[in-house]
């Protein structure tokens, strides 16, 4: 069964003080892993796309890494606006409708 | 450029009522469709796909049910609610080749 599991569950962090969060997946021939940025109350929002292991995506002070079992999202010097749910999604190459299998999410803090 | 629209926003309904919750998307042609649902500190869980009019996969036994009566409009509806029917109702489009999902901001139902 395709699988993601996402840790830590939350996460605190001060201003300025780096770290990763993790996605372990098991899937039967990966499509594409899928990040996404969740803030209270809304709609998650797509962060980065990773078809391949050894492949890295960069967003401001993110960045997305992928092996061919976890992907991971680092943080480099966080600052409050970063607080928010992260979340990983799986597509198998089996898929043909193009449906994600979501992790759980990690919730980020960042304090000032 | 794509934009995805649900409403309500917010919804409390008493247990046995019926629902309509809809969701449309524009600047688009023959998107894949969907619902997901996403319970309080857990992941999303894909409740119902599309990929075209009146065609509808469900992925989960549920009290729920979802029709596409237009090519960019997605309802998903139930004849009687229950209280394990609370939670934030996700709609995304997407989905085709190796594309991400983009979601709407949702909506919080709570059956009363």
């Known amino acids: 069964e395709d699988q993601v599991t996402q840790s830590p569950e939350a996460l605190r962090l001060q201003e300025g003080e780096s770290s990763s969060l993790n996605c372990s997946y098991t899937?039967?021939?990966?499509?594409?892993l899928f990040w996404y940025r969740q803030d209270p109350g809304k709609g998650p929002e797509f962060l980065f796309t990773l078809y391949s292991a050894g492949e890295e995506k960069e967003k401001e002070r993110l960045k997305a890494t992928l092996t061919k079992k976890e992907s991971f999202l680092h943080i480099t010097a966080p600052k409050p606006e970063d607080s928010a749910t992260y979340l990983c999604a799986v597509q198998a190459r089996s898929s043909n409708t193009g449906k994600l299998i979501f992790g759980q999410g990690t919730t980020l803090q960042v304090k000032p | 450029s794509q934009t995805i629209h649900q409403w309500p926003a917010t919804l409390v309904q008493p247990v046995g009522s019926p629902l309509s919750l809809e969701c449309t998307v524009e600047?688009?042609?023959?998107?894949?469709l969907y619902w997901y649902r996403q319970a309080a500190g857990r992941g999303l869980q894909l409740l119902f796909y599309?990929?075209?009019?009146?065609?509808i996969s469900s992925e989960v036994p549920q009290n729920l049910s979802a029709s596409r009566p237009q090519d960019r409009q997605f309802i998903l509806s139930s004849k009687k609610l229950l209280l394990s029917d609370s939670g934030f109702y996700l709609c995304?489009?997407?989905?085709?080749?190796?594309?991400?999902?983009?979601f709407g901001n949702g909506t919080r139902l709570t059956v009363t």
């Open positions: 599309s990929v075209g009019i009146g065609q």
């Open positions: 600047g688009t042609s023959n998107p894949n």
């Open positions: 995304a489009w997407g989905g085709t080749g190796n594309s991400p999902l983009h």
């Open positions: 899937v039967s021939g990966l499509r594409g």
